[in-house]
């Protein structure tokens, strides 16, 4: 959701994934390697060994126009679009108009087509049984909310969901410059980071707390929430079959 001006770039970029997790690490008796988190995968990027790898399924919640390249893992892995702004992320990006606060940009991936996308995740996460990546460009904001739904569907209580959020703060300055490089952009360095918002370049939890907020305003929680929006019980046994250790 950040652009850089067009430049030579400078500094080494990773070439591995830099935000990626196992979701079981946000709380203690989750099954690990069923669901993994992190930024856009790169071609040429170094396998990683400390999670289970590859994915059999990729969730990909960036807009289309993103990524001007196929997907790198769409050779060993079933890539699924599911786009959770729209292009709102994109247009943001690009144009000189204002961008949404970091909460109100959250909560618009919790109505339309963006709710409809997450319910979507959670069927797909909860159906399969093999390792699933769920990815966007920095792996913060889209990814965030939809691992917090996936964490509060679960019954993670709340500073855990906020904590494993906040990991992917440390994490930001590499991934800005994965992303700008994957656009063809110069690398940002530490004077132009200094001048963007604080809250696009840091994980501040009171973001993904707005989230978990519009949760609770349902009278069943985030499962009353996903059901609101077309879940079914049915996937939420399964979810917690599926991530929550026996």
């Known amino acids: 959701m950040t652009t850089f001006e067009p430049g030579i770039r400078s500094g080494p970029v990773p070439d591995h994934l830099v935000n990626l997790r196992d979701v079981a690490t946000a709380a203690p008796g989750l099954t690990p390697g069923a669901l993994l988190r992190s930024d856009a995968p790169r071609s040429g990027d170094v396998a990683p060994d400390d999670v289970a790898w590859p994915p059999r399924t990729v969730l990909d919640l960036r807009d289309p126009g993103e990524n001007g390249e196929p997907h790198p893992l769409a050779g060993t892995a079933q890539v699924v679009p599911l786009p959770l ?4 992320a994109m247009q943001g990006a690009t144009a000189p108009a204002p961008v949404p606060g970091l909460g109100d940009l959250y909560l618009q991936m919790l109505v339309g087509a963006g709710a ?4 979507e995740a959670v069927r797909l996460i909860a159906a399969d049984d093999a390792p699933v990546l769920v990815h966007c460009t920095a792996g913060k904001d889209r990814t ?13 209580d709340r500073p855990a969901i906020v904590a494993d959020y906040e990991r992917t703060g440390p994490h930001m300055r590499e991934v800005l410059a994965r992303a700008a490089v994957t656009a063809n952009l110069a690398v ?3 004077h132009l980071l200094a001048k963007l918002p604080p809250e696009l370049v840091t994980a501040p939890g009171w973001a993904i707390e707005t989230v978990l907020d519009r949760f609770d305003q349902h009278d069943d929680g985030a499962p009353g929430w996903f059901r609101a929006h077309g879940g079914s019980t049915e996937t939420l046994d399964a979810l917690r079959a599926r991530l929550v250790e026996a």
């Open 85 to 88: 702004l729209d292009g709102t």
């Open 188 to 190: 940002p360095d530490a």
């Open 116 to 119: 409809g996308h997450l319910v």
């Open 144 to 156: 965030g909310v939809t691992v917090a739904l996936v964490l509060s569907l679960l019954g993670v």
